[in-house]
């Protein structure tokens, strides 16, 4: 769904003969999927359909609207929905001052555990999906792990993170980096 962070879901089909099916969950409105092979895989097709077998009316989906930014972390795919956030290939920063929304649709089965590091300053930052709500101080660089809620519906969750604050890592370190982060999160 994002060709700037690779596939969102990946599958072996090693050792399948004749028809293969697999079902997954798009837990938002999608307007494109890409569907790719390694060359062994691509002679070897035929064909390859992609159906819907439902769509949730609006009340029971996850979001509305089309996601920004679409990345696997670990056991977990993130869409960055709206707000001031960095994706980047191994988690997310999202900007010190700022909030973001993401909805988090983790692999069957797992929890969704989301690791949160903090910028090199002090910090408050609040984690917020339907009636949970978390408000953290946090010192600079501390780091924690928070397991956020899944829907009722059982297939993620709505995570909007907003920070007080944040840290420009070209002021604190050696870097180019200019942007104002303010908190890292990723799934694990």
Not at 149 to 158: F, L, Q, V
Request: hydrophobic fraction near 45%.
């Amino acid at each position: 769904m994002d060709r700037e962070f690779g596939p969102a879901w990946a599958w072996s089909l090693e050792g399948a003969r004749g028809w293969w099916r697999h079902t997954f969950v798009v837990p938002v409105p999608a307007r494109v999927l890409l569907v790719d092979a390694d060359s062994a895989t691509r002679t070897a097709l035929r064909e390859v359909s992609i159906r819907a077998i439902s769509v949730p009316g609006h009340q029971h989906r996850l979001a509305t609207e089309e996601a920004r930014h679409v990345v696997r972390y670990r056991a977990a795919v993130v869409f960055l929905m709206s707000g001031h956030a960095y994706v980047e290939p191994e988690g997310t920063w999202v900007a010190g001052g700022e909030e973001a929304a993401f909805v988090i649709s983790p692999d069957p089965g797992a929890p969704i555990s989301l690791f949160l590091r903090n910028a090199p300053v002090a910090n408050q930052v609040t984690l917020e999906s339907g009636a949970w709500r978390e408000v953290l101080s946090l010192a600079p660089r501390e780091e924690r792990l928070i397991k956020v809620p899944i829907d009722p519906s059982g297939i993620g969750a709505r995570l909007r993170v907003a920070t007080t604050a944040g840290a420009r890592p070209a002021d604190v370190e050696q870097s180019d980096d200019r942007r104002l982060l303010g908190c890292w999160i990723e799934t694990r």
